[in-house]
């Protein structure tokens, strides 16, 4: 198969899948995951965007890589609207960096950013607030990271059993003359720790499609 009828196949696996975090698609427990995560935040005002897991690219589209990069398509409005101190999420699938030449895991993300922070006790008690609401009792730990579209960032991890799980970034965006302080985390791993789950369900949750890089 081409490169073209590669890109075509996982944009077709990317439409077709469930969306967890989307109550019109049906119940899950990934949407008071979502819910744990975003309320946590000091009953800021909240602008929720939910897209099909596209963005533009060139003449067309690809598949989204991350749920920041709708946040960051958003960034000019939501600027030229004077959102300082809005609290801005995106749920939704995504489909994963990809590894070498083909391997692309599909998933559930969530980003939630702070327009016009910056502040370290923000971001910490953004990240603090959304962990001790979704993961009560589980510990969490922030290591520097470098390299990454959010800077300064951390990486997040939790404690899985007795090992640590890197979860997603937490830091300063900074894009099209404004900063937010915030998260992007993957969901899986985070379900599958929550203590108010009885049990996580795995199925509809992750999945591997075959593609080339776009």
Same mark, same amino acid.
């Given at each position: 198969?081409?490169?073209?009828?590669?890109?075509?196949?996982?944009?077709?696996?990317?439409?077709?899948?469930?969306?967890?975090?989307?109550?019109?698609? &049906?119940?899950?427990?990934?949407?008071?995951?979502?819910?744990?995560?975003?309320?946590?935040?000091?009953?800021?005002?909240?602008? #929720?965007?939910?897209?099909?897991?596209?963005? #533009?690219?060139?003449?067309?589209?690809?598949?989204?890589?991350?749920?920041?990069?709708?946040?960051?398509?958003?960034?000019?409005?939501?600027?030229?609207?004077?959102?300082?101190?809005?609290?801005?999420? !995106?749920?939704?699938?995504? !489909?994963?960096?990809?590894?070498?030449?083909?391997?692309?895991?599909?998933?559930?993300?969530?980003?939630?950013?702070?327009?016009?922070?910056?502040?370290?006790?923000?971001?910490? &008690?953004?990240?603090?607030?959304?962990?001790?609401?979704?993961?009560?009792?589980?510990?969490?730990?922030?290591?520097?990271?470098? &390299?990454?579209?959010? &800077?300064?960032?951390?990486?997040?991890?939790?404690?899985?059993?007795?090992?640590?799980?890197?979860?997603?970034? !937490?830091?300063?965006?900074?894009?099209?003359?404004?900063?937010?302080?915030?998260? #992007?985390?993957?969901?899986?791993?985070?379900?599958?720790?929550?203590?108010?789950?009885?049990?996580?369900?795995?199925?509809?949750?992750?999945?591997?499609?075959?593609?080339?890089?776009?």
């Amino acid at each position: 198969m081409n490169d073209d009828g590669q890109r075509t196949e996982a944009l077709h696996t990317l439409l077709e899948r469930r969306d967890l975090t989307d109550p019109a698609q &049906g119940e899950h427990p990934m949407q008071e995951l979502v819910t744990r995560l975003c309320n946590a935040q000091d009953g800021r005002r909240h602008r #929720s965007l939910r897209t099909p897991p596209l963005v #533009s690219a060139g003449q067309g589209w690809r598949v989204r890589h991350a749920t920041t990069e709708t946040v960051l398509a958003a960034l000019p409005d939501l600027l030229a609207e004077e959102q300082a101190g809005l609290l801005v999420s !995106c749920a939704g699938v995504v !489909c994963g960096n990809r590894q070498q030449d083909a391997t692309v895991l599909v998933a559930h993300q969530l980003d939630c950013w702070i327009l016009g922070e910056r502040a370290s006790t923000v971001l910490s &008690g953004a990240v603090g607030g959304a962990m001790a609401a979704a993961l009560p009792g589980v510990p969490y730990r922030l290591l520097p990271q470098r &390299g990454s579209r959010v &800077g300064p960032g951390f990486r997040v991890d939790v404690l899985a059993g007795s090992q640590w799980q890197e979860v997603g970034l !937490c830091g300063v965006l900074e894009a099209e003359g404004t900063v937010a302080a915030g998260f #992007s985390l993957v969901l899986e791993p985070l379900l599958a720790v929550a203590p108010w789950v009885d049990h996580a369900p795995t199925d509809g949750m992750t999945q591997t499609v075959t593609s080339s890089r776009s």
